[in-house]
C-alpha cells in the first residue's frame, strides 16, 4: 500500500511540499495564499478533514513514497441515500511524478470506496488540457461523460473541466 489515512503529524512535511511544488501545482490549483505554506494551514485543514472522515463525508489519504510523503488524495464529498457517489481529488509533488504513483494511489483509493464504503460511483474532473490526470482516470477506466462550464476556479479563473465517472462493478441494479 503506498496510501494511508491523514493525521495530523503530516502537517509540517505536506507544508514543506506544496511550498517545494507551490510553481508545479499553480495552474491546476486555487491560487493560495502565503499562509497556506505553513504547518499550522496544515494542521487546521487536516482538522476540518479528519473531522469530516469521522462524520464520514469524505477519507483524507496520504501518498507515500517511503517514508515521505510524496501527496495526497482524498475521497471528497461522500453523498449518502439515493446518491451513494463521492468525488476523488489528488495531487504529487513535483518531484514524484512520472513514476506511477497517482495511478497507484488511484486503484487504493477506489478499493477502498468501493469495499470498505460501498459506493456505487466515483466522479472526478480535470481541466481540459490536464493530459496526465486524465490519463491517470482512464488507466482506471473512469470515462468522460462531459463538460461541466466554468466548474472550477483554478489560478484565479472559473475554468471548465472534464467531468468522468467509475462505476462500482459489484453493483449492477
Ligand atoms: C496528475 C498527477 C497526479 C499525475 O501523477 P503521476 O504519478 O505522474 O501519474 P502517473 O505516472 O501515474 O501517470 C501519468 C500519465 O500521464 C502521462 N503524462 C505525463 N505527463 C504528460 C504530458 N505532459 N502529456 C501527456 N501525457 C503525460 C504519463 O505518460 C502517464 O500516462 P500512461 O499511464 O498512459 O503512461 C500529477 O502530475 C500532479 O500532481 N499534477 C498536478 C496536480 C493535478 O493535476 N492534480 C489533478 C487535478 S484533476
Given at each position: 500500500m503506498i496510501t494511508r489515512i491523514a493525521s495530523l503529524d503530516d502537517a509540517e512535511e505536506l507544508a514543506e511540499l506544496a511550498h517545494a511544488s507551490r510553481d508545479f501545482l499553480a495552474p491546476w490549483e486555487p491560487i493560495r495564499d502565503e499562509?497556506?505554506?505553513t504547518a499550522a494551514a496544515q494542521r487546521s485543514f487536516l482538522e476540518h478533514n479528519l473531522d469530516a472522515y469521522a462524520r464520514g463525508a469524505m477519507v483524507p489519504l496520504i501518498i507515500t513514497d517511503g517514508d515521505r510523503i510524496a501527496g495526497r488524495i482524498n475521497i471528497n464529498d461522500i453523498v449518502r441515500g439515493a446518491a451513494q457517489f463521492a468525488h476523488i481529488g489528488y495531487f504529487l509533488g513535483q518531484q514524484y511524478t512520472g513514476r506511477g504513483l497517482a495511478s497507484r494511489a488511484l486503484g487504493e483509493a477506489i478499493a477502498h470506496a468501493f469495499t470498505?464504503?460501498?459506493?456505487?460511483r466515483l466522479q472526478a474532473g480535470t481541466l481540459l488540457h490536464n493530459t496526465p490526470s486524465q490519463r491517470v482516470l482512464a488507466r482506471h477506466g473512469f470515462e468522460p461523460f462531459g463538460v461541466a462550464p466554468r466548474y472550477l476556479r483554478i489560478a484565479g479563473r472559473w475554468q471548465d473541466h472534464v467531468l468522468f465517472h467509475l462505476f462500482n462493478p459489484a453493483q449492477s441494479d
Open positions: 499562509s497556506f505554506y470498505v464504503l460501498d459506493l456505487h
